[in-house]
């Protein structure tokens, strides 16, 4: 890189911050390497006395500074995205662990200290970033695409809006797959305003867009929505009568005898991603808990592998003493429901608390 540099026309910029403590130049290209819609990209390299020195990075100018200069305001919208898709990648991170986490590479301001080409003149703001190694995968789009190859990064896009609760989704995502993760770049983010992300900021339109393309996975059925379609608000998951979450679609996971296949609306059973939000609003994350149909919180036995309520509801079970638990014999209807269900609906929750799948329940415990 550094000979390629050498004999190429360049120019140099100078980061606003430091990285780490140590300040930097950047020698990069005068003629881009390639380019999107909205950048151009340029190969450069870091100059300086930290630890980036002679490495490569890639210098980005918005195709509107080559019309009428570079200023901050080309680029907030862009930090901006990089910053809020980079935090809920670490959530994401956090909640489903794998040898393979997203991170998102984060640019930095510049100033261009030299005038030689027609892109960026002096004093023209530009951004630097890591340059990532690797064969560039474009993985989904900020509208319709979405890669057949990739199921991670998709799944991570419908958790952005799942997890903020239908505020942001991010999206147009690229990058380069390693062994070690995704290394992840550009990203676009939707906003429920519309445009506070800049320009690929499609609003409530590109949330339309994404969900009409979007191939679910497995995992995404821990995060529910209801239907979308343009020109309507975005409703999300609500409580009623049991004070459970419900999103109105198709129970995942086979049928139950209790309920018509419907997650709600109003009571009954829920699908595994309104599950989830059960947990999370009732503060259950952190034990061992489903709640059940009825609105109860069962705790699972750690003697028989059953799901029990403690309520007193079992007068009629003259084999126990009228309460359903809490930590032995038999259980309430509500609860055997959750004793099948965590095996299958509810499978991706239960995983999580052993690594594994639930054992089956033990035969019922009489009790004096």
Not at 76 to 88: F, I, N, P, V, Y
Not at 99 to 127: E, H, N
Not at 151 to 161: E, L, M
Not at 314 to 332: E, I, S
Request: glycine share 10%; proline share 4%.
């Amino acid at each position: 890189m550094g000979s390629s540099m050498a004999q190429a026309a360049h120019q140099t910029a100078e980061l606003d911050s430091t990285i780490d403590g140590a300040a930097y130049l950047i020698d990069f290209q005068e003629r881009p390497f390639s380019n999107g819609s909205c950048r151009l990209a340029f190969q450069g390299v870091y100059r300086g006395r930290g630890p980036l020195n002679g490495k490569r990075c890639v210098a980005k100018v918005a195709i509107a500074t080559c019309r009428h200069g570079g200023a901050l305001a080309d680029y907030e919208a862009d930090m901006q995205a990089s910053r809020k898709a980079g935090k809920l990648a670490e959530l994401f991170n956090k909640e489903f662990v794998s040898s393979k986490p997203l991170r998102f590479v984060q640019p930095a301001m510049a100033t261009v200290l030299t005038t030689g080409s027609c892109y960026s003149r002096r004093g023209d703001k530009i951004l630097v970033e890591e340059f990532i190694e690797g064969r560039y995968e474009k993985f989904n789009n900020n509208a319709h695409y979405q890669s057949d190859e990739v199921a991670t990064v998709p799944c991570f896009s419908h958790y952005t809006y799942y997890k903020t609760g239908g505020r942001y989704l991010v999206c147009d995502i690229q990058g380069v797959r390693t062994s070690r993760g995704y290394w992840l770049t550009d990203p676009a983010v939707h906003s429920r305003e519309g445009g506070k992300f800049g320009d690929t900021d499609l609003g409530r339109d590109g949330f339309v867009r994404f969900f009409s393309s979007h191939r679910c996975t497995s995992v995404c059925i821990l995060f529910p929505i209801s239907d979308l379609k343009a020109g309507q608000d975005l409703p999300e998951a609500s409580f009623n009568l049991t004070r459970k979450n419900y999103c109105g679609r198709r129970l995942n996971g086979p049928p139950c005898d209790c309920c018509d296949g419907s997650c709600g609306p109003r009571n009954g059973c829920n699908c595994c991603g309104c599950m989830r939000r059960d947990l999370e609003e009732f503060g259950l994350l952190k034990i061992r808990a489903l709640v059940n149909r009825e609105g109860a919180v069962s705790r699972l036995s750690s003697e028989t592998n059953k799901f029990y309520c403690g309520r007193k509801n079992m007068a009629r079970d003259r084999m126990t003493d009228g309460f359903c638990g809490p930590n032995n014999g038999n259980n309430c209807h509500a609860c055997r429901q959750l004793d099948i269900q965590s095996r299958d609906r509810y499978y991706l929750i239960v995983q999580a608390w052993f690594g594994k799948a639930l054992p089956e329940p033990t035969s019922i415990v009489h009790r004096a």
